[in-house]
């Protein structure tokens, strides 16, 4: 499947979308992320109207796509105008034209790594075969998402690292110190502002000086 090979995590998640579109009998489409905190981050949508009713979610911190994050079920809505669980998110799905909702959570194991969520403009628009399919599309998707953050994380880490030798080389040059004493005064500087070090070593090298 063509989800393993997007070059990051950008394009994972808009393949995914993509995808579901064409296999699944869905208007719109949208996945978010589980960050740190189990909160939620918008990944990719098909549509405004999906970031709208996401942002609306995170900001609450409830909704039918909050539970399948958290307790890593499946959420299915058939019908928005009539949704006791969440009136509030009824009210205002069914008035930005939303009938039906279904979101399956994107999970490695134990781990949650995000939520599929698919609408349907008309009550009732998702099948017995549609759930099917999304749960296999899920599987994928959770996989290949995972993939990329992994992906996206040793990027990260490898660029920190670059930063903090390039820091060190300055330091070591300006100070008349050697590695070990560059990088504990790296660390201190980090420690004693609650920087990350890779901010505190990227400060080094812009001004060539020690962050005041």
């Known amino acids: 499947m063509e989800l393993h090979s997007a070059p990051s995590m950008a394009d994972t998640v808009e393949t995914v979308l993509q995808f579901a579109l064409q296999a699944v009998t869905c208007s719109h489409a949208g996945i978010t992320l589980a960050v ?7 990944g990719a949508v098909t549509d405004p109207v999906i970031e709208t009713i996401f942002q609306w979610q995170i900001d609450v911190a409830d909704g039918p796509m909050i539970v399948a994050l958290h307790d890593q079920e499946v959420v299915t809505v058939d019908d928005t105008t009539n949704e006791p ?14 009938g039906a909702a279904l979101h399956v959570p994107l999970a490695v194991g134990e781990r949650t790594v995000g939520v599929l969520s698919l609408y349907g403009d008309q009550p009732g628009a998702f099948g017995v075969d549609d759930l099917a399919v999304a749960h296999i599309l899920a599987r994928h998707a959770s996989i290949a998402v995972a993939e990329a953050r992994q992906e996206e994380t040793m990027a990260r880490a490898v660029d920190a690292r670059k930063l903090v030798g390039q820091a060190m080389g300055i330091l070591m040059m300006k100070f008349d110190v050697d590695g070990d004493r560059a990088f504990a005064i790296l660390k ?9 070090l890779r901010d505190v070593a990227q400060e080094v090298i812009d001004t060539r000086k020690l962050p005041a």
């Open 188 to 196: 201190r500087y980090s420690q004693d502002n609650n920087r990350k």
């Open 85 to 98: 669980r969440w009136p509030d998110w009824s009210t205002k799905v069914s008035e930005l034209g939303i």
């Open 36 to 42: 740190r905190g189990g909160r939620a981050e918008i």
